[in-house]
């Protein structure tokens, strides 16, 4: 099991490429808070280049909001970010108002209620990020209910970090596209087929 980082050991998000590039935000003081780091956000908008223009992004988990304000950034034409704690949640409404970031969507709601509550149009959604507090375990249960919310369309993405060494299934439609390992991240992106 890797250490959580100490509290407050990254003070402020950079947004590293796009319109928004070099912008500092504040990060909420929330205990296990773990934004996604510079190097691994680099290679994974690099890995989603291609599809990042007007796109459909979902951030199930996102706490600083470092994946899914770089998909508005990057020319997503919306982004929703489902946070749990009503203090990050808050910050991220904050940074998307100084943004103006009409594409953000700001939902404070446990990701799993609201995968399996969700009433919209089907096959919605091009790019997924699955990056859950790491001591809560909570891959499969999120991937199950993806796969089985319908909001997927038939080629989307989906990105998914784990601790190191951390097995988790997938279903037999996701098929792998790119994985690498960045200290003791592992860090995967997949796309969905439908047969």
């Known amino acids: ?68 304000l770089e998909c508005l950034s990057r020319g997503a034409k919306q982004a929703t970010l489902l946070e749990k704690n009503a203090i990050a949640a808050k910050q991220l409404q904050e940074h998307c108002k100084t943004l103006n970031a009409d594409g953000g969507h700001v939902i404070q709601i446990d990701a799993l209620t609201w995968l399996n509550t969700i009433a919209i149009l089907d096959n919605t959604v091009d790019i997924v990020f699955i990056d859950p507090p790491f001591a809560d375990n909570l891959w499969e249960e999120t991937i199950n209910s993806l796969e089985n919310s319908g909001i997927l369309k038939e080629n989307a993405a989906i990105y998914i970090e784990t601790p190191k060494n951390t097995q988790i299934a997938i279903p037999a439609n996701w098929l792998l596209h790119r994985e690498k390992q960045s200290g003791q991240i592992h860090y995967r992106l997949y796309y969905r087929e439908v047969h």
Request: hydrophobic share 40%; proline share 7%.
């Open 1 to 68: 099991m890797p250490k959580r980082p100490p509290k407050n050991q990254a003070q402020q998000l950079r947004i590293i490429g796009g319109q928004w590039r070099g912008r500092k935000l504040a990060i909420a003081d929330v205990e296990g808070l773990r934004p996604t780091g510079d190097r691994i956000r680099e290679t994974l908008f690099n890995w989603l280049m291609p599809i990042m223009a007007e796109s459909y992004c979902l951030d199930l988990f996102s706490g600083s909001g470092a994946l899914g």
